[in-house]
């Protein structure tokens, strides 16, 4: 794909994708994150 | 005057009137200065936390290892795509709550805070000026080298007037005209390196025409391990480059200090994710086109030059100008929060703890003024004499900091037991390994990176150091309770309200 060896493809869309995981998780998970803002 | 040279003038302005407005709609005390009142949200806060931790690297070092490395500089730019959200996922909300439950202002006043010691100040404070100082420096030089560049003036008067401009707004409005600074270095930055990012793709023909190119002149430079594959197998290497600028990030005082200054701690979730589209937009790029850079200017005799050209070849002559903007953009959102960060451990962690404690906010903040003209002052003059490497610098100080920090940062919100031995002993075990290890070379001999190997052992002394000595040092019942409410994800406020009305109506006449 795009020219690139197989490895780097690999390498190349695994890791952003994890992040992308990540900081959907982490936004979703968080949601009752404001309960506690009052308090601040 | 040619038009890249009026971009810069209108730039330079522009900085400085956002710290005149700055400097009006702030207050007077320390925490409107330092902190600016805690009242950014989460677009300000992520990109003041992304652009401040990026730094003239990105333009330089990040094309320069693209064109001698290829793919292999991408190692470097996966670990940071997910180090803004990282940082504000880990510690971002707790440390906000924390350093407000514990009336913090400083990044290293809230260690002594969280773990009850000055000498944990005295340490950190010696520990974040001599890091920040040099990565000062080294900013300092890459502005004046950049504006000389652009403008043809001798290197000398270029970094005066750089460093003039970055006083002048960081003096007059504190951290409001950093983060509002940055916010704006950050947008930039982005437009510069899309631009040259789609110009050069234009200019090869596109992405696999690029890589095909590329495949021509040195097949090597395709795959994750080096031009040479020199890096195949060598693991140890290989974490260390995805953990600079992704744990690393957390121990950096000058960017931690962004989890402070949040309006609310919840920010954190909105600008985890500003952060990670911002990083994936901008981040790839200048490794890519410091790859392309070999078709579109090959046999460059200095490759930290790459971007620089690639951008003079495919761009129009006004375009250049918006990138030279972006590249002093990235250098002066990072000296910036430097300089400002610098001068508060001078100022409040030190003198105004250790040598001038009966003195009033006011005062703070004028000593605080005065030293962000003393630590410019010193940084140009030794930037004047030119150390022998830029570059080796800038990475020294911020694998210092990454390894001496980030599990006291980490620690200190997540770990009940962290204590003050331990803390003490993580900051000068994990800064002790990494300058051996970055001054002696030994991660060539050894195949292990200075941060991995710092970050290591600072976590490892922590552990150790503290559950060594919990019963001779235990942690107070009071940071056991603040560290509970910050880590609480319920309103305690609520539920003492509703324990109050349970009390109230046990008081209340039968029948009635």
Redesign the interface.
């Known amino acids: 794909m795009?020219?690139?060896?197989g490895?780097?493809v690999l390498?190349?869309t695994v890791?952003?994708l994890?992040?992308?995981i990540?900081?959907a998780g982490?936004?979703f998970m968080?949601r009752?994150?404001?309960?506690?803002?009052?308090?601040? | 005057m040619n038009i890249a040279v009026a971009f810069l003038i209108i730039y330079f302005l522009a900085m400085i009137l956002i710290g005149i407005w700055a400097m009006k709609k702030s207050g007077n005390d320390s925490e409107d200065f330092l902190l600016a009142g805690r009242s950014l949200g989460p677009a300000v806060t992520a990109l003041r936390l992304q652009s401040s931790s990026m730094s003239g690297y990105m333009f330089a070092g990040a094309g320069s290892l693209g064109y001698s490395s290829g793919?292999f500089g991408?190692w470097y730019a996966?670990g940071d795509?997910?180090g803004g959200?990282?940082n504000?996922?880990i510690i971002g909300?707790r440390m906000r709550?924390l350093t407000?439950i514990l009336g913090s202002i400083s990044s290293i006043e809230y260690l002594e805070n969280r773990y009850q010691s000055s000498a944990v100040r005295m340490v950190a404070s010696i520990l974040a000026l001599g890091g920040l100082f040099l990565y000062l420096m080294s900013q300092f030089i890459a502005g004046g080298a950049g504006l000389a560049s652009v403008t043809g003036i001798s290197f000398d008067i270029a970094l005066v007037i750089a460093v003039a401009v970055i006083v002048s707004y960081t003096f007059l409005g504190g951290y409001l005209a950093v983060a509002y600074t940055d916010f704006v270095q950050a947008i930039i930055m982005l437009i510069g390196m899309v631009w040259i990012l789609i110009a050069t793709l234009q200019a090869v023909g596109g992405?696999?025409?690029?890589?095909?190119q590329i495949?021509a002149i040195n097949p090597n430079l395709?795959?994750?391990f080096g031009a040479d594959l020199e890096y195949q197998n060598q693991w140890g290497l290989i974490i260390g480059a995805l953990l600079i600028f992704s744990i690393g990030y957390m121990g950096w005082p000058h960017v931690v200090v962004s989890h402070m200054a949040m309006k609310?701690?919840?920010v954190?979730?909105?600008a985890?994710?500003y952060s990670?589209a911002f990083?994936?937009l901008f981040i790839p790029a200048p490794y890519l086109v410091g790859l392309l850079a070999l078709i579109v200017v090959p046999n460059l005799a200095a490759p930290e030059q790459a971007i620089f050209e690639v951008a003079k070849t495919v761009l129009p002559s006004f375009a250049v100008g918006i990138v030279m903007a972006a590249v002093m953009a990235a250098i002066m959102s990072t000296a910036d929060a430097l300089l400002l960060q610098a001068s508060t451990i001078a100022s409040r962690d030190l003198v105004g703890r250790f040598f001038l404690k009966e003195v009033s906010e006011n005062t703070l903040v004028k000593v605080s003024r005065i030293t962000v003209l003393v630590m410019a002052l010193g940084g140009l003059t030794m930037a004047l004499l030119q150390p022998p490497s830029v570059l080796f610098l800038a990475t020294f100080a911020a694998t210092v900091l990454g390894a001496a920090f980030a599990p006291a940062y980490i620690c200190a919100v997540w770990w009940r037991k962290a204590n003050k031995v331990g803390a003490l002993a993580s900051m000068l075990v994990g800064s002790s390994v990494s300058v051996v290890w970055k001054l002696g070379d030994l991660g060539a001999v050894t195949g292990l990176d200075p941060m991995l190997i710092g970050i290591v052992c600072s976590t490892v002394a922590m552990i150790v150091g503290s559950l060594l000595t919990q019963k001779s040092h235990p942690v107070s019942a009071h940071i056991l309770d603040a560290i509970d409410s910050a880590a609480?994800?319920?309103?305690?406020?609520?539920t003492r309200d509703v324990k109050e009305d349970i009390d109230l109506s046990a008081q209340m006449p039968e029948g009635g």
């Open positions: 795009f020219g690139l060896p490895f780097t390498v190349m890791i952003p994890f992040w992308i990540y900081t982490f936004y968080t009752d994150w404001a309960n506690a803002d009052e308090e601040d | 793919y991408m996966l795509l997910g959200v990282l504000l996922s909300r709550k407000k992405l696999t025409a690029g890589h095909q495949e395709l795959t994750m609310k701690p919840s954190s979730r909105m985890g994710v990670t990083n994936l609480s994800v319920t309103s305690t406020r609520s």
